[in-house]
């Protein structure tokens, strides 16, 4: 199967049957027929509105756990799919932007809105070594990393931009 095709009615309810499925297309937000990876990021903002409340150390830890966790989800249904990372499994996106929001927790409310852009266009462009990440690496570890990675250039490019603003 090509990762660029729409899911088919059974790859779709074989997704959203089980919590894994669930999970890494992303609560649902990875089956919008368009633009998965942007209703993902879209999606995550929810969350991480709460997530906002709490503290530095709090947020880090959901990361680290909602990466490790997503690594396993979107390897299970990759393999079910048969496609490592189908577009339909945006969960690395919910990690990938809550990175990229990091410096946004304490800042004005147009930083998250320059959050998510910066994500968006690190993850859609994806420069070195976002690019070899996503082409090299396989399976879920595959899915996550090349997101972790562009979250962190966002994240960067957020600070600073919050710093010199």
């Not at 992303?26 to 995550?44: C, D, E, H, K």
């Not at 396993?72 to 990372?85: Q, S, Y």
Request: net charge positive; charged share 15%.
């Amino acid at each position: 199967m090509n990762e660029r095709k729409v899911l088919t009615q059974t790859q779709r309810r074989a997704l959203l049957s089980t919590p894994t499925g669930w999970l890494a297309c992303g609560f649902g937000s990875g089956l919008a027929p368009v633009a998965q990876g942007t209703f993902g990021s879209l999606a995550a903002i929810g969350p991480w509105l709460l997530l906002r409340q709490g503290s530095l150390s709090l947020n880090l830890l959901v990361i680290v756990i909602g990466f490790a966790i997503g690594v396993w989800a979107c390897d299970v249904a990759g393999r079910a799919l048969g496609v490592d990372d189908h577009r339909s499994l945006v969960w690395d996106e919910f990690i990938g932007q809550w990175i990229a929001l990091l410096p946004a927790l304490l800042a004005p409310w147009w930083a998250v809105a320059a959050g998510f852009v910066l994500f968006r266009l690190f993850d859609v462009w994806k420069p070195w070594p976002i690019r070899y990440l996503d082409k090299h690496l396989k399976r879920g570890l595959g899915v996550m990393m090349d997101d972790v990675v562009a979250g962190i250039f966002a994240a960067i490019v957020l600070k600073l931009l919050l710093a010199y603003v």
